[in-house]
């Protein structure tokens, strides 16, 4: 029988790819190495071979939503033929998907026990924060945001964007998601300066 020789690119996405379906199905702490390399279908010394543990999986894993999503902001604020309430809203949108629609995966980010949360939420918000500012100062040439404090709006908006999320996130059923659309839409059309009623968001 001819061996099948991998690159070491195509063998390393194929644990993460293996890990990944088994923390959504199994669970993070249930799901073990051999349980991964099973699936993978290799003998358990070639995991070592790229990783140290399965907590450098995760972390291999968390990267790569990252920066799926600062990929997919990063589009939208180069868009140019979108205004920069279009872009505020379809960012903001996003989060919120997040949060109502997260796998299993995003419930490992933001548990204390693995401590990935304060990573994941550090990153993304020194990459987000510029992103915010730079379409707050679109809104004020265009005229239709009104602030003096463009980074540090963006800033006060990320926080409080992250930390509503992880109240949907974690506390959905408590939530009723017409009446906390409509709280969102009000606090940040009274940040940004925004005539009431004119945003709008979809998640």
Known sequence: MTRISKSLEERKSEFLEA??????????????????????GVAQGLFYYYFKTKEDVLKEIV???????????????????LTAKQKMERVISIFFNMAMNAENIT?????????????FDSEINRNIIPIFAKIIEQGVEEGSFDTQYPFEVAGALLAWINSLHKSIHFNSHDFDMESTKKAIV?????????KSGSFCLEF
């Open 186 to 194: 009000g606090i940040i059309e009274r940040v940004l300066g925004v």
């Open 63 to 81: 990267n790569k939503y990252v920066t799926l999503l600062l990929d997919t902001i990063g589009a939208i604020n180069n868009n140019a033929e």
């Open 19 to 40: 890990a990944e379906i088994l923390f959504n199905t199994k669970g993070f702490e249930q799901t073990t190495v051999k349980d991964i390399v099973q699936k993978v």
């Open 107 to 119: 419930d490992y980010i933001h548990n204390e026990g693995i401590n990935l949360h304060t990573s």
